[in-house]
């Protein structure tokens, strides 16, 4: 409804005499039968009619992992964010079972003399995830690990598979990613997490997890992850971004395409996956939404290493409430669909929670 103003010649501006009082007098009030600021009034009011809430429950806390003891370095683009030695994880794992947080992912930061063009450290049994993973299962016996198979962190190249030329050779990279799983799954590792987005490998892992006895071990797939820009802080704190050649858009998705989204994540469904996940997270809303949507499988959203700098280095300019931003961001993938949230957030987005509640 417009508000009523006297006729004026054409572009003269309105005196301010003539704007609507802020205040209307009873025969000026409007005529509504729905009021929807009315469910707006009060915090309790807003509390009872909320569409969509954050908890604990949803978070899994990314953690990058280093050789040594005692050790703790800053990843230096993810301000707050530090690679962590064994031992370290181990009191993240405690901390993070302490504020309730389901599970941890472990990301490696591996040694450049033991990257190789075939990746071999990856099926060390004695790598640094498979250490961390005994560990913390031994002293923190009930939080979730999830693993990351993919073999970038492990390869002199920077990329996910086995590269000849400048051609990733598919079906050889899965044959190693098997490998790859089971050696997670014997250290521990709770569910397995192919990233890779190489085709078929969903299925070939869960054979190959079958066929050793580890019916149990959960399958979340990286199902939608996109050829993003926003994983360049994750790649330093991995170390990829120093040995990476070329780029990986012949096997991570076009950020234009939404309906080829819906065809990898029906895929993986069918070839054996528990839980799907769209990455990155906030620009891609949408495919998250249509995911959810359709399938109405576990859907799971990692906001990405880019998507967190990027509201720390806001805060720390001033620019906008981090704490809020903070929450919002990860409402808004609540919201859209996601059942759970992979975020380097996670044990400062738990204490928060803790103190609102």
């Given at each position: 409804m417009v508000w009523p103003l006297p006729r004026r010649p054409k572009g003269e501006p309105a005196p301010e005499h003539l704007a609507p009082p802020a205040a209307a007098p009873a025969a000026q009030k409007l005529d509504l039968a729905l009021r929807l600021r009315r469910n707006r009034k009060a915090d309790w009011a807003r509390r009872l009619i909320r569409e969509t809430t954050l908890t604990v429950d949803d978070l899994i806390w990314p953690v990058f992992l280093c050789e040594g003891e005692n050790a703790r370095e800053p990843v230096a683009s993810m301000p707050g964010v530090e690679r962590l030695s064994i031992d370290e994880a181990v009191r993240a794992a405690a901390e993070a079972a302490?504020?309730?947080?389901?599970?941890?992912?472990?990301?490696?930061?591996?040694?450049?003399?033991?990257?190789?063009?075939?990746?071999?450290e990856a099926l060390n049994p004695d790598n640094l995830v498979c250490r961390a993973c005994r560990a913390i299962k031994r002293e923190v016996p009930h939080i979730g690990l999830v693993t990351d198979v993919a073999l970038d962190p492990y390869t002199s190249h920077g990329h996910d598979g086995i590269l000849r030329g400048e051609k990733i050779l598919n079906d050889q990279t899965v044959f190693v990613l098997v490998e790859q799983a089971l050696n997670q799954a014997r250290?521990?590792?709770?569910?397995?997490?192919?990233?890779?987005?190489?085709?078929?490998?969903?299925?070939?892992?869960?054979?190959?997890?079958?066929?050793?006895?580890?019916?149990?071990?959960?399958?979340?797939?990286?199902?939608?992850?996109?050829?993003?820009?926003?994983y360049g802080p994750f790649r330093d704190a991995v170390g990829t971004?120093?040995?990476?050649?070329?780029?990986?858009?012949?096997?991570?998705?076009?950020?234009?395409?939404?309906?080829?989204?819906?065809?990898?994540?029906?895929?993986?469904?069918?070839?054996?996956?528990?839980?799907?996940?769209?990455?990155?997270?906030?620009?891609?809303l949408d495919i998250l939404f249509r995911v959810k949507e359709r399938f109405g499988m576990p859907t799971f959203a990692y906001q990405v290493s880019g998507e967190y700098a990027m509201l720390m280095a806001a805060a720390d300019k001033g620019f906008i409430d981090g704490d809020k931003a903070m929450l919002e961001s990860l409402i808004a993938l609540k919201r859209a669909g996601a059942d759970a949230?992979?975020?380097?957030?996670?044990?400062?987005?738990?204490?928060?929670?803790?103190?609102?509640?």
């Open positions: 302490a504020l309730g947080i389901p599970a941890l992912a472990l990301f490696p930061f591996t040694d450049p003399s033991l990257r190789n063009e075939q990746a071999s250290a521990g590792a709770d569910i397995i997490a192919p990233s890779d987005m190489m085709d078929g490998r969903v299925g070939a892992i869960r054979k190959g997890l079958d066929a050793e006895n580890f019916e149990d071990v959960q399958i979340l797939s990286y199902a939608a992850k996109y050829a993003s820009a926003f971004n120093a040995t990476l050649i070329g780029d990986k858009r012949t096997y991570q998705m076009d950020p234009a395409n939404s309906n080829e989204a819906l065809r990898e994540v029906a895929q993986d469904i069918e070839e054996g996956a528990d839980i799907v996940m769209v990455k990155p997270g906030l620009p891609y949230i992979l975020t380097y957030f996670a044990p400062r987005v738990a204490k928060k929670l803790k103190e609102i509640a």
